[in-house]
């Protein structure tokens, strides 16, 4: 009987957000409520066990699951006790014949800069040299050399906005089930890019870089082909690894080399093109009061919880007020003590609260507003973009003078309209809504607001890339250094 391993540990990180992540931000599953939780979802692991459970002749040792929405960077406690959780689980499962484990690839714990590549290496000690392990990653993911010397092959996301988390799980199975019944050695060619990229140009679907997405899905439909992917970091998790790369597996070294070689000169030669214009906030303020013919949405991507930032953002609230913005407003704060003033207060009734800050003071001096408390809830709702369950904590909506605000007590995705739309608000019945976000479906804003304006405000996860005073990261590096030169090289990795 071929035993295969399944586990996950997945969060993203943002090192300039200065609220520590900790295990309670995490969902855990052990052994059997491993697979029996995650079946059938938009997931990684979903995708996978719709491949394994087609082949019931290979038995599954479900050992251990973690996972957390994007925050901070993970305490350094917490994580000695969650990699002690996997690896206990993972010596509980073996002896194994084969692994798979979704992982994100952008966790950074505060003494570990590659949370990922500690956990394989100790998952292969546990379960030994010879058996396959295959992992899947998110593109935002920062894939080390350590991790590549642990696995047989790696799958990675080939769409931004995400949507094919369950294709890349079903990828990752097929390889690995691949290796065992065909005896393949995958050779898997990184090419390291000393560039950090954002912007709209990443767009899969329209971008430039879906461009090279397309090129890695015909290796992959190509004989010989196995997983091919381009990784782009997520330039707000700082460690020493933070880069771009290209990452080709075949059955052939030299061609797996040749094809990330060509493929990492292409996002070279187009890295100009792969970052966000921004506009400053007293401008885009200007810009949304001279507008009179419909909504203005500011992107807010410097305080997107989805990216790692804190949420508590108040930088486009000061910046109308300072601009005298006389429209109505909607804007997003996570913030419990706002929320839990608002509660004090009672629906109905007058309330006087610091807003803003409320995790990163220094960034986000409080703002004291002065309004009414129009709408008290538990924070419970669906996510429009996922349809999972969100958790918001005690939420409150505070209008005070022209501003609607939506106060949450927890992180929750802003990059919907869901936190609105759950609490009684219509975008579309705003002059200016605020969405915490580097980028939302079309339908959502784009398609019928009067103007989409990415703002360059402070935060944990601006595009403003510069703005953020990375001290880990392998230098020089695009944008952060000027005349940065790329010697491209391949590094052949198989087992
Ligand atoms: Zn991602």
Redo the contacts with the bound molecule.
Sequence with gaps: MTRILIAECKQ?VSTFNPALSHKEDFRFAYGPDVVASRRGGQSELAGALSVFDSRPELPLAPAFSARAGSGGTLAAADWHWIAREFLDAVRAAAPVDAAYISL?G?MGAEDEGDPEGYLLAETRKIVGERIPIVVSL????ILTERMLEQVNGLTV?HT?P?EDMVDTGVRAARLLLRILDEGLRPATALVKIPALVRGKELITATGLFGGMIRQCEAIEASPGGLAAGMFIG?PFTDVPELRSSSVITTTDPDRSAREALRLANELWAVREALHEDLTPLDEAVRIASATTNGTVVMMDAADATTSGASGDSNAVLRACLNGGYQGQALMPVIDPRAAAACFAAGVGNAVRTPVGGAFDPARFPPIEMAGRVHLLAEGRFVAEFSGGESFAGPTAVLKAQNYTLVLASRSVGLHDRSLYLAHGQDPRQFDLVVVKSPHCKPYMYADWCARLINVDAPGATSANLRSLGHTACARPIFPLDPDVAFTPEARVFQR
């Design positions: 993203e994100h952008a998110d593109l935002h993911g996301y931004y995400h997520n």
